[in-house]
């Protein structure tokens, strides 16, 4: 990109990020660019103050990015550059700043240029795309068809990239952050690092470090998933050195009052976790599973890689519903195939009663012939008591290695 102008700033430059597509407002697609664009904004020290998701409708679009450009300096939006009659944000985006829509023939060539790079022929509808505001900055798109543009308007600027993930992190990272940095210099460095706990809940987590949760920096905050609680330390510092210290101090501190109950930090899973103990043991898993879909299994598969410690699973049918569940488990244990063989085995169940929904596990060891269970009322939608199972058995497996 060219021509920029950069802006001295004083304080945390604000976003806003405004998701366009009537597909997300029907459910059938999940903005997963909302999220992404925020962690990297984060990461760069810009305050994600809002985020939103509007239709396909031009004067809807419009009043979002008006909103936007009066409560923030960087306005994002995705989505809505195809060349299509419902692609509506080259439009909204002018109306929004009073401005016409011109053609670019810079613009209409690189379409035609892509679209003979790809031997096939731009059909009519793709002129579309090389519109855009009067006075917009055109940011050429190399790994699709949609050019993209920042208009500066009244001190703020709006950023339209566009929806097709791939595209848009591309533009994001080699484009549109670039441009950010020279207008919004970072003075200051933000680090965020993840704890990983199971075995306990949310609440209990929370009585045990809730008051790390009122500092002002690090930010900390919690995340409950399936079976696993997520600790978010975020730190703000002059420089690496002392955004790392900050976050080393509460980390300490969050270790000294949960102890063994934090498994893993960023990108460690909980199956990760128990496939390293076991590999470095010399030891070996496989499951065998009721009404869970295989999570087990498949967290297992996917976290193995080539370890080679995950031995096999057996899925035996759907959800158990009769008799006493801590039964069923120890049966399913003891009428698993001869082949199924490993030093642990674990067994993970959903039990269906008339009124209730219960999650259980066993775990077998070949060394001493034991099998341990673990059972807990379940109070959420069954379609995730499959995954809490999971998580239950891994965290069983993990304190027994």
């Given amino acids: 990109m060219t021509c920029v102008i ?66 923030a300096d960087i306005v994002l939006t995705t989505g809505g550059l195809g060349p299509t009659i419902d692609d509506k944000t080259r439009a909204a985006v002018s109306l929004a700043t009073d ?43 190399p790994v699709g068809t949609a050019p993209c543009f920042v208009v500066e308007h009244d001190g703020s600027h709006v950023i339209s990239l566009p929806g097709v993930p791939r595209e848009m992190k591309y533009l994001l990272d080699h484009e549109v952050m670039p441009y950010l940095d020279r207008i919004f210099p970072a003075n200051d460095v933000i680090k965020t690092r993840v704890l990983h706990t199971a075995g306990v809940g949310e609440s209990v987590v929370d009585a045990k470090i809730g008051h790390l949760e009122s500092m002002e920096n690090p930010v900390v905050g919690l995340a409950a998933h399936q079976g696993i609680v997520d600790i978010r330390i975020t730190a703000t510092g002059s ?38 103990q076991l590999e470095k043991s010399g030891h070996t898993v496989s499951v065998v599973e009721s009404g869970t879909s295989g999570e087990l299994a498949s ?45 642990f085995i ?19 060891r070949s060394d001493n012939k034991s099998i341990t269970t673990k059972t807990r009322g379940f109070g959420g939608h069954i379609d995730y008591a499959g995954e809490w199972a999971a998580n239950v058995g891994l965290d069983l497996l993990r304190d027994c290695v």
Wanted: glycine share 8%; net charge negative.
């Fill in 6 to 71: 950069v802006h001295k700033v004083s304080t945390k430059p604000t976003a806003e990020i405004i998701a366009i597509g009537s597909e997300l407002l029907s459910g059938y697609i999940i903005d997963t660019n909302s999220s992404h664009i925020s962690r990297v904004l984060a990461s760069s020290g810009i305050e994600i103050c809002f985020i939103s998701a509007v239709g396909d409708d031009e004067e809807v679009i419009a009043d979002a990015i008006r909103r936007a450009l009066s409560r």
């Fill in 99 to 141: 401005r016409s829509l011109i053609f670019e023939e810079i613009l209409f060539q690189q379409i035609e240029s892509r679209f003979s790079h790809w031997g096939r022929k731009m059909s009519d509808n793709n002129v579309r795309q090389a519109y855009m505001p009067d006075g917009a900055l055109p940011i050429e798109n």
């Fill in 239 to 276: 420089s690496d050195k002392e955004a790392d210290k900050l976050i080393n101090n509460v980390e300490e501190e969050a270790r000294g009052h949960l102890g063994d109950v934090i498994f893993g930090v960023d990108g460690q899973s909980l199956a990760s976790v128990v496939l390293e």
């Fill in 299 to 343: 967290k297992l598969v996917v976290a193995d890689k080539a370890r080679g410690v995950f031995g096999m699973g057996l899925l035996c049918g759907n959800f158990v519903s009769g008799g006493d569940i801590e039964t069923n488990l120890k049966d399913m244990m003891k009428s698993r195939p001869t082949d199924l063989d490993s030093s």
């Fill in 346 to 364: 674990i067994a993970s169940s959903v039990y269906v009663n008339e009124n209730s929904i219960e999650i259980g596990v066993a775990l077998y």
